[in-house]
Nanobody
């Protein structure tokens, strides 16, 4: 059973940095992809970044390219999201997600691609 636990959210000034962590406290065996999504008040959940567990291939939303970096530590069963040059519009609840179904066609930016979700962590960027 995959159990995702996010941490690292908080309040930061615009231009600052935060690093989010997502620990799979269950099992990582069988995980195809892990991703980060975010949801701001009154808006739909949107894709941020994803990483394919075995190959390490990464995918990013255009809005975060060059500012955010997704990475994984296989030994720690953890995925990270390093967020630099944060903007006010990055304010949202950030969710970690995992897929164990190896769906085709592959769509790492689609929430429907994922079958496990964390509880979310709040990121607030002050302007």
């Amino acid at each position: 059973q995959v159990q995702l636990i996010e941490s690292g959210g908080g309040l930061v000034q615009a231009g600052g940095s935060l690093r989010l962590s997502c620990l799979d406290s269950g099992r990582t065996f069988g995980i195809d992809t892990m991703g980060w999504f975010r949801q701001a008040p009154g808006k739909e959940r949107e894709f941020v970044a994803a990483i394919r567990w075995r190959s390490g291939s990464t995918y990013y939303a255009d809005s975060v390219k060059g500012r955010f970096t997704i990475s994984r530590d296989n030994a720690k069963n953890t995925v990270y999201l390093q967020m630099n040059s944060l903007k006010f519009e990055d304010t949202a609840v950030y969710y970690c997600a995992a897929d164990t179904r190896y769906l085709t066609p592959y769509a790492p930016n689609a929430p429907s691609n994922y079958n496990y979700w964390g509880q979310g962590t709040q990121v607030t960027v002050s302007s």
